[in-house]
């Protein structure tokens, strides 16, 4: 954070006018919008001209900007319990402010259409339910199994491409437009350059000293999800990589000093990402990668099958597989990223990425010998975390490594 | 045999869940197969010639499995681990689960990887009801029949599973008959001992379920009980795990009387039934297809027209509530149950457009606070009585 990427400069021009052209769009009316979740077969809706917000970005941005906790308490006032995903209350509370105008914080554009699949957790599709019944628009759900040993990947592709038609025919009839498949391609190429682009800049990584730490590339996630369909997507990681690797080159260090390098397993707790990262430096851990990252990666599109290849982007969403897949994945980064620790976020309304979070920090500590530890939080609503107690875990985590190097 | 001697033996086999089953296994020398909640097709595991029985979990307090799972799984999913971490599963021959919901999907994964069993299935219903996804539904239908085959050396033969589908039909019609009685003459059977018959079904090999239910059924329409004096209601939610008894009780020992029930371990389990008409597995397929609104289900065409508002759950509840004549409705809402807690905000919603009175209360593992809820649960009754 302190050696600060030029990319981020260009990050952020890219963030400003997304949603700056959202709130044009949504004056104009020229482009229809949808709301889709991050793993939903998105490639469809760019190729059918809607312009896409995502409400789980909307809900990191909310609480890195601690505006979450506000959006929570609306829903909380409707009847929704506390232990619901609270990127789900965040965006429930949001619609219903932006509704009755008393949002304080910049919403997304009003939704046209809403498109979620299933393949990040079950809770997604009653998410968008809730929101099909607030903003009175229709919704489609693209089910996708979680893939586990012993189904076949083809029958699960075959799934999900039979419902991407579906969704194709319905898009035609609600637009009063053709599917145009040449579209298709050339956002699906866009999409592929940006995901080789996105790999490169997490492969930085891989060296010693970390070029970026995890706090400098998250919000670097963006691009590849909600511009991949552009080439500026693309552009902007191949600039980036350039300069990451003039600072390879040049031994730049993205925290000098820096002794221990770690693994981040869990989505960041958005509200408290300076002050884990302060907290982490001074115990001299830097925090290098994450799984979390491969959630964005959508690296089986293939201009050459652009529809095959979207569902089977869809089908194999990282959240989506099975825990085994994770733990084994988990593994591999922690070997080629040579890390040294883990540090396990969990989240109290995430059940599917904290239920998982034993077994796989277990599984790391015991095969690789690595220490870690398991913090709490939460994704965005800040009252469920306590500093103090994850200072001491983190402190703990710190002696420990600092034992296993003597 | 009398009534009440018949319910002790069902409380009997409820408290000691797995006797039955590790006693069947003994003498058969068969497998016994523990079946997640819910919606595991137990047709196809009795076709297989193994015995499917449900993993309730226990009332047992939760002490070993907080170390392997994250506090924040539902009470069911960290009863059923804890069940398994003390043995209790240990003479069963494997476990199968359908992915009902995030929770069971991904505990049931921790399961196979912290603790196998040899045979460990894992299915997909989809979460999306329509004509897109019942191929897939077929193909995890027939995957399951493969991996049962190969388990138990039995072949399962369309004869087999369609005699299967005809032994469970013939036990959902029974808890139908049952619940019918009980709605006609409140009071002639608990809402407690209601869930503790049908939850022993599930506990026992279908054939003796289905001599059991014949008896009760005889002896009940035997018995000379009028009820009209109490205020009839439903009980909705609690979709995995069985409701505690103590709190059903209170609620009838308040003047009301369960006359219908959306449990898992009720009106649920035999609300509809498989039709065989061609295929028996495309049977099956269809059934979960025109299931009853879950609130574990994506119902499409309820979501694809603009500016109308939909809960076909709760438009399911109401409909209970209407056909059953009842008054008000008893809503058990499992602590840290996502799926409902979401479907719950537009119950609420509908049940106060509609104008039933409604009562929440959240339930958690072990024996219920009752104080606690005494009080909400006697002001309501009374509400009702001076309402009517």
């Not at chain 1, 990262?277 to 990668?289: A, D, P, Q, W």
């Given at each position: ?117 299933n393949?990040?957790?079950i ?20 089910d996708s199994p979680l893939v586990v040993p012993g189904m076949d990947r083809g029958d699960i592709i075959g799934h999900v491409k039979r419902q991407?038609i579906d ?148 089908a ?91 | ?29 068969k497998k016994v197969i523990g079946c997640v909640p819910m919606y595991f097709p137990d047709e196809m595991v009795h076709a297989a010639g193994a015995l499917p029985v449900a993993l ?36 069963m021959d494997g476990v199968a689960a359908l992915h009902v919901c995030?929770?069971v999907r991904?505990?049931i994964?921790?399961?196979q990887?912290?603790?196998?069993f040899p045979f460990f299935h894992q299915m997909w219903r989809p979460f999306k009801m329509d004509g897109s996804t019942r191929p897939f539904l077929l193909k995890e239908l027939e995957r399951l029949k493969s991996s049962l085959e190969k388990l138990t050396g039995n072949q399962i033969t369309p004869q087999a599973l369609r005699e299967s589908i005809e032994s469970y039909n013939e036990s959902r019609l029974l808890i139908r ?24 079904g599930m506990?026992?090999p279908i054939e003796?379920n289905i ?53 898992f371990?009720?009106?649920r389990r035999c609300a509809t039934d498989v039709i065989l008409e061609n295929d028996p597995v495309e049977a099956l397929a269809d059934s979960y297809m025109n299931a009853l609104p879950c609130?574990t289900h994506h119902f499409p065409s ?87």
């Amino acid at each position: 954070m302190n050696q600060r990427l030029e990319a981020q400069h260009r990050l952020g021009g890219l963030i400003q006018k997304h949603y700056g052209r959202a709130r044009e769009i949504e004056r104009t009316r020229e482009q229809p919008i949808a709301w889709a979740s991050t793993g939903a077969p998105n490639e469809i809706l760019w190729a059918m001209g809607f312009f896409v917000q995502f409400p789980e970005a909307y809900a990191a941005t909310c609480g890195a900007r601690h505006a979450a906790h506000a959006h929570c308490a609306v829903t909380e006032a409707r009847g929704y319990e506390r232990h619901l995903c609270t990127y789900c209350r965040n965006s429930i509370g949001a619609s219903l402010a932006e509704m009755e105008g008393t949002g304080a914080f910049e919403p997304l554009a009003r939704p046209d259409f809403l498109l979620v699949s299933n393949n990040s957790c079950i809770l997604i599709t009653k998410w968008w339910e809730h929101l099909s019944h607030y903003w009175k628009i229709p919704m489609i759900n693209i089910d996708s199994p979680l893939v586990v040993p012993g189904m076949d990947r083809g029958d699960i592709i075959g799934h999900v491409k039979r419902q991407c038609i579906d969704l194709i025919q319905f898009l035609e009839d609600f637009t009063k437009k053709r599917f145009d498949h040449d579209r298709m391609k050339e956002i699906v190429e866009n999409g592929k350059r940006s995901a080789d682009g996105y790999r490169g800049m997490l492969d930085a990584s891989r060296h010693d000293p970390v070029p970026a730490s995890f706090f400098d590339l998250i919000g670097h996630n963006f691009p590849n999800l909600v511009l991949r369909y552009d080439p500026a997507s693309a552009e902007h990681y191949e600039q980036m990589k350039t300069e990451l690797d003039m600072r390879i080159a040049g031994g730049v260090a993205a925290a000098p000093g820096m002794k221990y390098r770690l693994y981040w397993d869990g989505v960041p707790y958005w509200f408290a990402i300076r002050n884990l990262y302060e907290k982490l430096r001074n115990f001299g851990m830097s925090l290098v990668t994450s799984t979390y990252f491969e959630v964005f990666a959508f690296e089986n599109l293939d201009p050459s099958h652009p529809l095959d290849s979207v569902a089977e982007n869809t089908a194999m969403f990282y959240l989506n597989r099975s825990v085994g897949y994770k733990t084994e994945t988990t593994e591999r980064i922690f070997r080629d990223f040579h890390l040294d620790g883990g540090v396990f976020a969990y989240a109290s309304s995430c059940k599917p990425f904290s239920i998982s979070m034993h077994y796989i920090a277990d599984t790391v500590r015991k095969k690789l010998g690595a220490p870690v530890t398991i913090i709490e939080g939460d994704l965005v609503d800040e009252t469920f975390y306590d500093e103090e107690r994850n200072n001491t875990k983190l402190q703990a985590l710190a002696e420990a490594l600092a034992a296993k190097r003597k | 045999m009398k009534k009440g001697e018949m319910l002790t033996g069902f409380k009997t086999m409820f408290k000691h869940p797995y006797r039955r089953a590790a006693e069947w296994k003994r003498i058969t020398g068969k497998k016994v197969i523990g079946c997640v909640p819910m919606y595991f097709p137990d047709e196809m595991v009795h076709a297989a010639g193994a015995l499917p029985v449900a993993l309730f979990g226990s009332g047992e307090p939760i002490s070993h499995a907080d170390a392997h799972l994250m506090t924040n799984a539902c009470d069911q999913v960290r009863s059923t681990f804890d069940s398994l971490l003390k043995g209790h599963y240990d003479f069963m021959d494997g476990v199968a689960a359908l992915h009902v919901c995030d929770q069971v999907r991904f505990f049931i994964e921790v399961w196979q990887l912290d603790r196998p069993f040899p045979f460990f299935h894992q299915m997909w219903r989809p979460f999306k009801m329509d004509g897109s996804t019942r191929p897939f539904l077929l193909k995890e239908l027939e995957r399951l029949k493969s991996s049962l085959e190969k388990l138990t050396g039995n072949q399962i033969t369309p004869q087999a599973l369609r005699e299967s589908i005809e032994s469970y039909n013939e036990s959902r019609l029974l808890i139908r008959a049952m619940n019918d009685i009980r709605s006609r003459r409140p009071g002639i059977l608990g809402a407690a001992d209601t869930a503790r018959i049908i939850a022993a079904g599930m506990l026992m090999p279908i054939e003796e379920n289905i001599t059991l239910m014949k008896q009760l059924i005889s002896v009940l329409e035997r018995e000379a009980i009028d009820g009209s004096e109490r205020t009839r209601i439903v009980v909705a939610g609690h979709p995995c795990a069985v409701p505690d008894a103590d709190l059903l009780d209170m609620l009838e020992n308040y003047g009301l009387s369960v006359i219908d029930d959306d449990l898992f371990s009720g009106g649920r389990r035999c609300a509809t039934d498989v039709i065989l008409e061609n295929d028996p597995v495309e049977a099956l397929a269809d059934s979960y297809m025109n299931a009853l609104p879950c609130t574990t289900h994506h119902f499409p065409s309820a979501w694809m027209k603009s500016g109308d508002d939909h809960s076909p759950y709760s438009d399911h509840v109401i409909e209970m509530v209407r056909k059953g004549n009842a008054e008000a409705v008893v809503i058990l809402r499992m602590m840290y149950c996502d799926p409902f807690d979401l479907e719950f905000v537009f119950l609420k919603k509908r049940l106060e457009e509609e104008g039933i009175p409604f009562l929440p209360l959240v339930t958690q593992h072990g024996p219920v606070p009752l104080e606690s809820l005494r009080t909400r649960v006697q002001a309501f009754a009374e509400r009702l009585k001076t309402h009517l």
